[in-house]
């Protein structure tokens, strides 16, 4: 086996123990297999907010460029991954900033322009590529963000492995991040709610699929000094004839402090369960959520703060809950919630392409008056916390012509909460028109 780094977590050692380390028959090289595309992203946010705080605003364009190599020829391939975003004020004031689509200077005006770039290396063993660099990530216990204008990023290890048919392996070692606005590639790692931060991300786990519709998960994650965090997902899907389908998703989270516990003592266990019925064009689905817990459900934030405090330190998306929606992530300390959603595709009724979506949130029994002293979470929530949140989604991707792929989407959200649960009462409205552009 070749020579592995030191600097390499523990976690990826026996992973790359096991890879087989021959020879593979001829794959396309370097240059014949890359590609290079750009999306191009317009985003109108506004947020209205009915307590007291200064309401968030602003229209950009973004343009997200990425580029992939192939891998070199032999029994070890190496490539490349690369990206370079631009963000683009087109119209915003120094009054309602805090978007996450906008760095803010000093001065406390959001900024014309920002970009930034990056690349990882990529090696690759049969069907295993380990890559280091900055990168996206998307596992249930470590994964970074798309949902403003341009996307996060994480620096460090990634594996990813399939050497068998129906089994996904992946591991990684992560010791920095950019945030949405923050360019710095070796911004912090930080527990979100807690805003605590840490030096390192380890994990490891998989994917399997017994069927086509039946699959498997199972991840473990350490914050270093802060918690180890542990995740099993089941979900499946049957076909019942004449249009008709059904299907569950179960994720439990088991979170537990570790090291030096800086975000103090954590243990909490967090499920999520939602089952679906589709007929045709429709599909209804319910979905339950319970923290089981004293601390509310943290996970991942990136991004360093500046020295106003205005940039970094936003959200990841290492939630895998049904109940985590456009504003609120339902997770309160000992919260109950459900949701009720409703889904139509109008391909039936000779729209196709345009899709619309419909659901209702309650969440209630937040109680964060036990909370153990001298956490991090101390504070955040008092006692018979409720909340609800209603999302509204429309959705359009051209299906030919020289707009094809152009998609639409307008997503409104309304959410209510008394003084107990803390986020307060808001609506938001956003309007993403995204066009992606092959360009080889």
């Known amino acids: 086996m070749p020579h592995v780094s030191r600097s390499l977590s523990p976690l990826l050692?026996?992973?790359?123990?096991?890879?087989?380390?021959?020879?593979?028959?001829?794959?396309?090289?370097?240059?014949?297999?890359?590609?290079?595309?750009?999306?191009?992203?317009?985003?109108?946010?506004?947020?209205?907010?009915?307590?007291?705080?200064?309401?968030?605003?602003?229209?950009?364009?973004?343009?997200?460029?990425r580029f992939s190599s192939g891998f070199t020829q032999g029994s070890v391939g190496v490539g490349v991954d690369a990206f370079a975003f631009l963000g683009l004020k087109l119209d915003a004031s120094g009054g309602k900033t805090g978007t996450y689509n906008l760095p803010i200077h000093d001065n406390g005006k959001p900024a014309d322009e920002y970009s930034k770039a990056g690349a990882a290396l990529k090696i690759k063993v049969s069907n295993s590529v380990l890559r280091y660099g900055e990168q996206?990530?998307?596992?249930?216990?470590?994964?970074?963000g798309h949902n403003r204008l341009i996307p996060q990023?994480?620096?460090g290890f990634a594996l990813d492995s399939q050497e068998l048919d129906r089994l996904k392996l992946q591991a990684g070692h992560f010791t920095s991040a950019t945030g949405h606005v923050t360019t710095n590639s070796s911004g912090d790692l930080w527990a979100f709610y807690s805003g605590v931060t840490t030096p390192s991300v380890d994990y490891a786990g998989g994917q399997y699929q017994f069927t086509r519709d039946l699959g498997a998960s199972l991840y473990v994650a350490r914050f270093q000094d802060i918690w180890n965090q542990y995740y099993a997902n089941l979900n499946g899907r049957t076909d019942l004839g004449e249009g008709q389908q059904a299907g569950f998703d179960l994720n439990l989270y088991r979170t537990l402090d570790t090291?030096?516990?800086?975000?103090?003592?954590?243990?909490?266990?967090?499920?999520?369960?939602?089952?679906?019925?589709?007929?045709?064009?429709?599909r209804m689905t319910l979905a339950l959520q319970n923290v089981d817990g004293n601390t509310l459900f943290?996970?991942?934030?990136?991004?360093?703060?500046?020295?106003?405090?205005?940039?970094?330190?936003?959200?990841?998306?290492?939630?895998?809950?049904?109940?985590?929606?456009?504003?609120?992530?339902?997770?309160?300390?000992?919260?109950?919630?459900?949701?009720?959603?409703?889904?139509?595709?109008?391909?039936?009724?000779?729209?196709?392409g345009l899709n619309l979506m419909t659901r209702y949130l309650r969440g209630s029994g937040i109680d964060g008056t036990h909370t153990p002293a001298g956490s991090a979470y101390a504070g955040m929530y008092g006692k018979d916390g409720v909340h609800r949140e209603i999302n509204v989604?429309?959705?359009?991707?051209?299906?030919?012509?020289p707009w094809k792929e152009l998609s639409l989407r307008l997503r409104q959200t309304w959410h209510r909460a008394n003084v107990a649960q803390g986020e307060g009462n808001m609506d938001e409205f956003r309007l993403i028109t995204d066009y992606p552009i092959d360009i080889f």
């Not at 297999?33 to 309401?55: E, K, M, P, T, W």
């Not at 996206?136 to 970074?144: L, W």
């Not at 934030?301 to 049904?322: C, E, H, K, W």
């Open 13 to 65: 050692l026996p992973l790359l123990g096991c890879l087989p380390w021959t020879t593979q028959a001829a794959e396309p090289g370097f240059i014949e297999d890359s590609h290079l595309s750009v999306l191009a992203r317009n985003y109108y946010f506004n947020r209205s907010i009915q307590d007291g705080r200064a309401d968030r605003k602003d229209w950009t364009q973004g343009f997200i460029g």
């Open 393 to 401: 989604e429309a959705r359009y991707v051209v299906q030919s012509g």
């Open 298 to 352: 943290d996970y991942l934030g990136v991004g360093d703060l500046d020295r106003n405090g205005r940039n970094g330190r936003d959200q990841g998306a290492s939630i895998y809950l049904p109940n985590s929606v456009q504003y609120s992530d339902f997770n309160g300390p000992n919260e109950r919630s459900w949701q009720l959603r409703y889904d139509l595709s109008l391909a039936s009724y000779g729209v196709p």
């Open 136 to 144: 996206s990530v998307d596992t249930p216990v470590f994964a970074i």
């Open 259 to 282: 090291g030096r516990s800086k975000a103090g003592a954590i243990n909490n266990t967090t499920l999520g369960a939602a089952v679906f019925y589709g007929l045709g064009a429709h």
């Open 153 to 155: 990023t994480a620096t």
